[in-house]
């Protein structure tokens, strides 16, 4: 079994920041990639931001120059400093982990279960 606890999340106004947390526990031997998606009203959940094991980053590009994603791999999480919010980047944000919960077996992917992101003034 496998937890993904976030935090972070809230309102805040335009031009504002924010900085999400995700630390993974549990049965886990390997964390592959760890990142963040989110999911807007009415919209299908779209990948924000990804680091891999090998601190590979991978941003949409929506964010890009105002998101940063950042991992501490001795304590299995990942954070998401969020600069320079607008409105549209308002939704649930989930967490995200591919890894495996054994040596040798198939990966899997765990899920957060998200924290709201309001960006309104």
């Known amino acids: 079994q496998v937890q993904l606890v976030e935090s972070g999340g809230g309102l805040v106004q335009p031009g504002g920041s924010l900085r999400l947390s995700c630390a993974a526990s549990?049965?886990?031997?390997?964390?592959?990639?760890m990142g963040w998606y989110r999911q807007a009203p009415g919209k299908q959940r779209e990948l924000v931001a990804a680091?891999?094991?090998?601190?590979?980053?991978n941003y949409a590009d929506s964010v890009k120059g105002r998101f940063t994603i950042s991992r501490d791999y001795a304590k299995n999480t990942v954070h998401l400093q969020m600069n320079s919010l607008k409105p549209e980047d308002t939704g649930v944000y989930y967490c995200?982990?591919?890894?495996?919960?054994?040596?040798?077996?198939?990966?899997?992917?765990?899920w957060g279960q998200g924290t709201q992101v309001t960006v309104s003034s």
């Open positions: 680091i891999t094991s090998i601190g590979i980053t």
């Open positions: 549990g049965s886990i031997f390997s964390i592959n990639v």
């Open positions: 995200h982990t591919k890894g495996r919960p054994i040596r040798l077996g198939p990966e899997d992917d765990w």
